[in-house]
């Protein structure tokens, strides 16, 4: 079966220092990989997805990037973090469809890291 | 443009009590899909149901039930017998397919607060 990790699950970062965040899947190859974020008492927004390894494209610009190092190994990034990046950051990850990346299916979450800037 | 709504922001029902969660969407396509998730206290989203365009039959799983009407465009989620273990944040989402698009719209989200 698969799943999906993230880590960490909590931090506490000041205002203006790096950040990383990591997202691993495991029990499924070629997968569809997202970053949402969850402000608090908000809905969810999509940051970025990514279709392969090195392919990423970003939803919304932002003070954050993306990388996929591996097939399934997904890293929220930012080199200097404001107080808005504070939120809920979940991964996801769904089957590859057909085409150009195009996925149908169900996207299963992570257990999410809460970030708190201060 | 594509948009979901979830009108209701938090409904709060006693236990036992059915409580319907709504979801109406919006979009161009011809074929597309609908989600419900629901987000525990905890955090992590939980995949309920994924139902496609052409399929408008009901759906009924344990105490849960979906109604998916292409009509007046709403895929309503409902609880029978809620307990408190139901209280949860609940997202409806859609997701486009002959748009090339891959990624969900989400509602803002129903909070359901069952009372012991």
């Known amino acids: 079966s698969q799943t999906i990790h993230q880590w960490p699950a909590t931090l506490v970062q000041p205002v203006g220092s790096p950040l990383s965040l990591e997202c691993t899947v495991e029990g499924t190859s070629n997968p569809n990989l997202y970053w949402y974020r969850q402000a608090a008492g908000r809905g969810l927004q999509l940051l970025f997805y990514s279709v392969g390894i090195g392919q990423i494209s970003s939803e919304v610009p932002q003070n954050l990037s993306a990388s996929r190092p591996q097939d399934r190994q997904f890293i929220l990034s930012s080199k200097k973090l404001l107080l808005s990046d504070s939120g809920f950051y979940l991964c996801?990850?769904?089957?590859?469809?057909w085409g150009a990346g195009v996925s149908l299916d169900t996207q299963y979450f992570g257990p999410g890291t809460r970030l708190t800037v201060l | 443009a594509q948009k979901v709504t979830q009108a209701q922001t938090e409904i709060s029902v006693v236990e036992k009590e059915d409580v319907t969660l709504d979801c109406v969407y919006e979009t161009r396509d011809t074929t597309y899909y609908l989600f419900w998730y629901k987000q525990p206290p905890s955090g992590e989203l939980v995949f309920l149901i994924r139902?496609?365009?052409?399929?408008?039959q009901n759906e009924i799983s344990g105490r849960y039930s979906w109604n998916f009407q292409k009509s007046t465009s709403s895929f309503n989620f409902t609880i029978t017998a809620s307990q408190v273990v139901d209280s949860a944040v609940y997202f409806c989402?859609?997701?486009?397919?002959?748009?090339?698009?891959?990624?969900?719209?989400f509602g803002t989200g129903t909070r359901l607060k069952v009372l012991a």
């Open positions: 996801a990850w769904s089957k590859r469809g």
């Open positions: 139902r496609n365009s052409f399929d408008e």
């Open positions: 989402a859609l997701s486009e397919g002959t748009s090339g698009t891959y990624k969900y719209i």
